[in-house]
């Protein structure tokens, strides 16, 4: 196994290995680099959030497993959709209509359902779809790179098309059109994963301290800014009887991330924010002041050249070991 943490263990003997379980030799880890002051609590998980089409609504979970690609729920997967338009992925910022689609996990139906003003009612199944090499199509992200994704179904493209009152197509994606995460985006050796319809890379966490200092230096107690404007998929907090020591923008200094007691991630970089984050959720509208990115500007800007041009919130990490996380799993890492 490559996992960081356990090249500086004691040695193992062979019936540990063969009677103790993965998730026990794990735990045994993290409690040895808590004795040694390695890895520090730093507080709990205290939201997972599964995206499962592309700037559309989150589906909160309880419990999910950290794949190589992001959070799986069951069959529910992180970004595995998204909407096209004449060969780009649709914006938030010019669709807000997409924030009224009400979108819900039916796992009896293993299917997706969403529900709109005015609109019927559409279910979208979560079972991989057959690859068909004539309806394979590619985009040019961000980044200049290539992706390819498969055109679900006409039904579908149809209902978003309706909605929206433009042409869209509904894109899925495919585990043999592989993503890779551009090693340019890292700022850290970061493991070379798979992504799916995510920006840059499989997971995004958050700080719940930095989002309070952040309130307070926009200084708006009536309307403040939620999480749910930077679409994090794990939020973390402080805890109450931990004795945690979770701060605002800790994370820019975390090189790895242990979350309970199996999964382990790295920081590939701090997360560039767009104008995405000044949609108002609640309101359905972009705000007029342009906040949080006009105070995020004053003070959390990227730091490469080509960075500078964005400011920062959260921390873009990526898989070094999976297994099951939940809501309330502790949270330790290790500094850079």
Same mark, same amino acid.
């Given at each position: ?185 890292? $700022? ?25 200092? $952040? ?104 898989? $070094? ?16």
């Amino acid at each position: 196994m490559s996992v960081t943490y356990f090249a500086h263990l004691p040695a193992v003997s062979s019936s540990t290995v063969l009677f103790g379980s993965l998730a026990a030799l794990l735990t045994a880890t993290f409690v040895y680099y808590k004795s040694r002051k390695e890895i520090v609590i730093i507080g709990k998980v205290s939201e997972l959030v599964i995206y499962p089409i592309k700037a559309c609504p989150g589906i909160p979970v309880k419990w999910a497993d950290c794949t190589e690609c992001g959070l799986r729920y069951k069959n529910l997967r992180d970004r595995q959709f998204m909407v096209m338009e004449n060969g780009k992925k649709i914006m938030l910022t010019q669709n807000l209509k997409l924030l009224i689609i009400a979108v819900e996990y039916q796992e009896r139906e293993d299917c997706l359902l969403l529900e709109a003003p005015e609109m019927e009612n559409l279910r979208i199944p979560l079972a991989e779809p057959s690859l068909d090499s004539n309806n394979v199509l590619q985009t040019t992200w961000y980044d200049s790179t290539q992706i390819s994704y498969i055109q679900l179904g006409k039904k579908y493209s149809d209902w978003f098309s309706l909605l929206l009152n433009k042409p869209v197509i509904f894109a899925a994606h495919h585990s043999a059109l592989e993503r890779r995460i551009n090693p340019e985006h890292n $700022l850290n050796p970061t493991p070379d994963h798979k992504v799916m319809f995510a920006g840059s890379h499989p997971y995004l966490i958050t700080n719940e301290s930095t989002l309070q200092d $952040l309130n307070k230096r926009i200084n708006s107690v009536s309307d403040p800014v939620r999480m749910n404007v930077f679409r994090p998929n794990i939020v973390i907090s402080k805890g109450t009887t931990d004795g945690s020591e979770l701060k605002p923008y800790d994370e820019d200094n975390w090189k790895e991330v242990c979350v309970g007691p199996e999964v382990v991630m790295c920081n590939s970089r701090p997360c560039l924010r767009c104008q995405l984050i000044t949609v108002d959720y609640e309101k359905q509208q972009i705000r007029p002041t342009k906040e949080p990115m006009t105070t995020l500007f004053k003070y959390r800007r990227g730091t490469g050249k080509k960075e500078r041009n964005f400011c920062v919130f959260g921390i873009n990490t990526a898989l $070094l070991h999976g297994g099951k996380i939940t809501v309330q799993d502790h949270v330790a890492v290790t500094e850079m």
